[in-house]
């Protein structure tokens, strides 16, 4: 079954009874010290209360996230939630943005206009990306996690792997993640080099050299905005940004550093 129209339509009641809580919260007393001296003031956290319970509009948050075409898929048994928006130039290429943890889709949305419709602000409409931002198993709208032993790096990008080439038909994508979503993103170069073009990765977590060659194939290096090895994954060959143009579908799958500065093409990839 294809992907389902999805809108954040969250019941009165349960809004009503998230300000009962919030209204019920038992505080603790006071340290004999300052705030911030060790852990949070207690008066900054209940202003912050307050207005969460009795400023915050959240149904002018709904209406924002709404404003995004979202949609939910059964991709191997599992519900997953996303943000599916088309690029605005010709030819726009495919691209999976995974959020990280503890995060959701929505700390990805700024992306959203930038790279679909890159023209819009400053940029070069050939640069443009069809942009889709997936909910982890179990954050936001994507239902909890189907199996035991599921909610991993691997098990994740064979989701992702799923999502944009059978419910969505795309044939070849890009993929950026953060925080975990870097990990699903090196685990969808290294284990779908067919359909992955290449990723992008703002920071990385690293591991000992030794683990490099734990995993299938030969290895190549990552790299975070610094430009030093992070972590390794199996495709054949780095690359650093360059012109959308370029990355287009190709025979093999690379992956991309973040050093690209500012400008045109500055996310993109080139095969190798």
Same mark, same amino acid.
């Given at each position: 079954?294809?992907?389902?129209?999805? #809108?954040?339509?969250?019941?009165?009641? /349960?809004?009503?009874?998230?300000?009962?809580?919030? +209204?019920?919260?038992?505080?603790?007393?006071?340290?004999?010290?300052?705030?911030? /001296? +060790?852990?949070?003031?207690?008066?900054?956290?209940?202003?912050?209360?307050?207005?969460?319970?009795?400023?915050?509009?959240?149904?002018?948050?709904?209406? =924002?996230?709404?404003?995004?075409?979202?949609?939910?898929?059964?991709?191997?048994g599992q519900r997953v939630?996303?943000?599916?928006?088309r690029g605005r130039g010709?030819?726009?290429?495919?691209? /999976?943005?995974?959020?990280?943890?503890?995060?959701?889709?929505?700390?990805?949305?700024?992306?959203?206009?930038?790279?679909?419709?890159?023209? $819009?602000?400053?940029?070069?409409?050939?640069?443009?990306?069809?942009?889709?931002?997936?909910?982890?198993?179990?954050?936001?709208?994507?239902?909890?996690? $189907?199996?035991?032993?599921?909610?991993?790096?691997?098990?994740?990008?064979?989701?992702?792997?799923?999502?944009?080439?059978?419910?969505?038909?795309?044939? =070849?994508?890009?993929?950026?993640?953060?925080?975990?979503?870097? +990990?699903?993103?090196?685990?969808?170069?290294?284990?779908?080099?067919?359909?992955?073009?290449?990723?992008?990765?703002?920071?990385? /977590?690293?591991?000992?050299?030794?683990?490099?060659?734990?995993?299938?194939?030969?290895? +190549?290096?990552? #790299?975070?905005?610094?430009?030093?090895?992070?972590?390794?994954?199996?495709?054949?060959?780095?690359?650093?940004?360059?012109?959308?143009?370029?990355?287009?579908?190709?025979?093999?799958?690379? #992956?991309?550093?973040? #050093? $690209?500065?500012?400008? =045109?093409?500055g996310s993109k990839c =080139?095969?190798?």
């Amino acid at each position: 079954m294809g992907p389902k129209p999805f #809108t954040i339509e969250v019941p009165a009641e /349960v809004l009503d009874d998230l300000r009962s809580r919030l +209204a019920r919260t038992r505080w603790p007393p006071p340290l004999p010290y300052p705030g911030w /001296v +060790a852990g949070a003031d207690i008066g900054y956290l209940k202003e912050l209360l307050a207005y969460w319970r009795d400023s915050f509009d959240w149904r002018l948050q709904e209406r =924002r996230l709404n404003s995004f075409a979202q949609f939910t898929a059964d991709v191997g048994g599992q519900r997953v939630h996303f943000v599916h928006e088309r690029g605005r130039g010709p030819g726009p290429f495919p691209l /999976v943005l995974t959020h990280g943890w503890p995060g959701t889709f929505a700390e990805l949305l700024k992306l959203a206009p930038l790279l679909t419709d890159p023209a $819009a602000h400053g940029g070069d409409e050939r640069d443009s990306f069809d942009v889709v931002i997936p909910s982890l198993p179990g954050f936001a709208f994507s239902a909890a996690p $189907a199996a035991p032993g599921t909610a991993t790096a691997r098990a994740w990008a064979g989701l992702w792997a799923q999502l944009m080439t059978e419910s969505l038909g795309y044939r =070849r994508f890009g993929a950026q993640g953060q925080d975990i979503g870097a +990990a699903v993103s090196i685990a969808l170069a290294a284990n779908h080099p067919g359909v992955v073009a290449g990723i992008h990765l703002p920071g990385v /977590v690293a591991f000992p050299a030794s683990w490099r060659n734990s995993g299938p194939g030969a290895t +190549a290096t990552a #790299t975070s905005n610094g430009g030093s090895p992070k972590t390794s994954c199996s495709p054949p060959s780095p690359c650093t940004g360059s012109p959308a143009r370029s990355a287009r579908p190709s025979s093999s799958t690379t #992956t991309a550093s973040s #050093t $690209a500065g500012p400008g =045109r093409g500055g996310s993109k990839c =080139r095969s190798g």
